[in-house]
């Protein structure tokens, strides 16, 4: 119950700091808005643009060639422009004299479509072909939705996700921005400087001799250090959660179709936040030596895991980058977002959860070696 | 009620307690007077649990406080010598939060919070922060803080250090309530006449040692055959005070301003050769008074020393 009462007041006290409260949320939200602004232009070039020109012509208009219609919309976001013949014959004309890379003839009758090429296409033509593929697979989901509920297709092609068959590569709304790059990041970032939230529940009780007073009352030193952790937890969990909100509702940014596994990961990157910053308060009874360790230790924490700026993925960054538990949870998060695979999340919670119980296991042990009497 | 047998505390090659032995009975304001560095903290520390002794048994109550630290914690009350207290807290949390980790609750925590608020003065600045209070409101409600649970022994640590003299009055009159309430007070103070005032019985303690234990006019019979002159200049001249001392039977020569200190044997009746000296050195004098034995001189003559500076 005494780490409950201690929890509590320091939440307490907490809540009555609106300025720090603000620095904790607030300041996040603007660096995300700052640096995702003011890079939006170098995420860009990472994006995946065609920039082609095609022609496509289609005898008897029905569904296929309204679907098609939609699709070819979807492709301006990889600057593929397009326009309707009049006949193929001048679509294989334009094709010829390479006005096009490609012509689409549209078949409604046999539901199909037919690609023709000229001599330069190369690549392009690759392309244009996976996009017509992947067009086509989209179009037979829709007739199977039409057929079994058509009632919902409406739903399905205005979806915003249209996220029922992926084509990762050429899906420019996977592809994350600059502030969603940011988002995250930074999200990581702010939860690792809560470990000050933590060293200064230890600190503050200590500078202000309170700690000893709570010792004069029946708590033991392990009951006192739960509560601490209990409160940092609530606290940074509650700043998980504004800080959560705003980015996915206000800013907009994607955090992929499984938002529990990102909280989860999230969680232990809290767990490991507080633990840093109450283990090594409590291990060391030196104010300044704290607040010097943790000033010098989480920025280089953050600066290894692409915080501040995108690390090489080669050489000397990539060895150190090994040893920071935020790199391994940005990489976690990124692949969790953006792919379906989940290949650093356990890496990423071993990298937060070991270090995380070694620091408050010699604290605790510390706290129970070092009884009153 | 707590009995302490050869209790010593050292840190490093530093004897901060030395084989300290005290009975101190229930109901008592036992008074702990000794310099600044004389080991009183640290002795109160053992008690209550902060500091594990190197040597000696303490028992408080029935319980030994090497093994029944809790219980023990459960009936003493602690009001630190350092401010302990939130200042992004209300008093009334303040009061609170300490009251709860005794296991206080509800009603009854309300009811002992606004009691002990009231007691000590605060009722009006229950709502209010402590950045917001004088320094005496700050001790009070430092003081405040130890009692909300209402233990039945009180360790208070120089509960008077730096404030106004109507705040440490008003402190000194709730020891003398809290005692006639059923407390046992134990004070530390190197104020003799705090110590004086409201002690029932005083240690001595410096170096880590009790000196001398008694009630106030046991510890003052330790000097009767002592006496003070004290003599009031005109302005503060310069005064010879190895030359005063070589006077037969003068102990000790002390000046402060305008005034000269003079502990005499009592035996010895030296008061013509005192006046001669002022006179001879055409130092114009313009009162001279017989001071009572009081604690400071008891200290002075024990160990040679003052108890603090004045």
Redesign the interface.
């Known amino acids: ?2 780490s409950l ?1 201690i929890a509590w ?1 320091y939440i ?2 907490n809540l ?2 609106p300025i720090a409260l603000s620095l904790l949320i607030v300041s996040p939200v603007f660096l995300i808005l700052i640096l995702g602004l003011a890079l939006s232009g170098v995420f860009s070039q990472g994006q995946v643009t065609i920039d082609m020109k095609i022609g496509y012509y289609c005898e008897e208009k029905g569904n296929l060639y309204a679907g098609f219609k939609m699709f070819l919309q979807q492709l301006d976001d990889f600057k593929v422009t397009s326009e309707e013949t009049e006949s193929i014959h001048a679509g294989e004309e334009k094709t010829r004299q390479r006005e096009y890379q490609a012509f689409i003839i549209i078949d409604e009758k046999q539901k199909s479509l037919e690609l023709v090429l000229n001599n330069n296409s190369g690549v392009q033509a690759g392309i244009i072909e996976g996009i017509l593929n992947g067009f086509l697979a989209r179009f037979d989901f829709y007739n199977l939705v039409f057929r079994y509920k058509p009632e919902a297709l409406e739903s399905v092609i205005t979806s915003k996700e249209a996220d029922f068959i992926t084509h990762s590569s050429l899906n420019a709304s996977r592809q994350p921005r600059a502030i969603d790059y940011f988002g995250i990041t930074i999200l990581t970032m702010a939860i690792l400087y809560g470990s000050f939230i933590g060293s200064f529940g230890v600190i503050k009780e200590k500078s ?3 700690l ?8 033991t030193r392990v009951q006192f250090l739960l509560g601490i952790c209990l409160g940092t937890i609530i606290i940074l969990m509650l700043q998980l959660l504004i800080l959560l909100l705003t980015e996915k509702y206000l800013l907009n940014i994607y955090f992929g179709e499984n938002v529990p596994v990102v909280i989860a990961l999230l969680f232990c990157e809290s767990i490991f936040a507080l633990s840093l910053g109450v283990g090594i308060a409590h291990l060391l009874d030196n104010i300044n030596a704290v607040t010097g360790i943790l000033n010098g230790f989480i920025p280089c924490l953050i600066f290894l895991g692409g915080g501040y700026m995108k690390l090489p993925d080669t050489g000397l960054f990539k060895i150190l980058s090994w040893f920071s538990p935020l790199s391994w949870v940005n990489k976690a998060l990124y692949e969790i977002i953006y792919s379906t695979s989940h290949h650093y999340f356990f890496p990423a919670l071993l990298f937060c959860l070991v270090p995380g119980i070694v620091l408050l296991g010699i604290s605790t042990i510390k706290a129970v070696r070092r ?3 | 009620m707590i009995r302490i047998e050869e209790l010593s505390k050292r840190f490093a090659d530093v004897t901060a307690v030395n084989n300290v032995s005290l009975f101190i009975e229930k109901g008592t304001i036992y008074g702990l007077l000794g310099p600044n560095g004389a080991g009183k903290t640290t002795l109160i520390n053992i008690l ?5 002794p190197t040597g000696g048994k303490v028992t408080i109550g029935n319980y030994d ?2 093994k029944n ?2 219980q023990i ?2 009936i ?1 009350g ?1 009001i ?1 010598q ?8 209300s008093a009334y ?1 303040n009061v609170k ?2 009251a ?4 206080v609750r509800g009603q009854e925590l309300k009811e002992s919070v606004m009691n002990v608020l009231e007691f000590t003065g605060l009722k009006d600045a229950a709502k209010k922060y402590p950045r917001t209070f004088s320094g005496g409101m700050k001790r009070r409600l430092n003081i405040a ?2 009692l909300a649970h209402n233990p039945e022994i009180i360790f208070m640590d120089e509960p008077t250090v730096g404030i106004d003299p109507q705040s440490r009055n008003h402190i000194l009159e709730s020891v003398k309530k809290l005692n006639k309430q059923g407390c046992t007070v134990i004070y530390t103070t190197h104020y003799m006449e705090e110590a004086e005032s409201i002690c029932s019985k005083i240690a001595i303690i410096d170096h880590g040692k009790i000196i001398a234990e008694g009630t106030n006019e046991e510890l003052k019979s330790l000097i009767k055959d002592k006496s003070r002159f004290i003599v009031s200049m005109k302005t503060d001249y310069p005064v010879d005070t190895e030359k005063l001392s070589r006077i037969q039977g003068v102990l000790h020569v002390e000046t402060l301003g305008n005034k000269v200190f003079i502990d005499n044997d009592r035996g010895v009746n030296n008061l013509t050769q005192i006046i001669s000296y002022f006179i001879g050195n055409e130092i114009p004098v313009n009162n001279l008074e017989l001071d009572v034995p009081n604690l400071e001189m008891v200290f002075l003559t024990l160990t040679g020393r003052k108890l603090r500076d004045h």
């Open positions: 119950m005494n009462r007041k307490k006290q009555k700091r202000l001799k309170t000893n007073r709570i010792y004069t009352a029946p708590v009884k009153t009497i | 209550c649990g902060l500091l594990p406080i090497r630290i809790h914690k459960e003493i602690v630190p350092d401010m302990a207290i939130y200042e992004d807290l949390d939060f300490f709860s980790l005794y296991g803080c130890g």
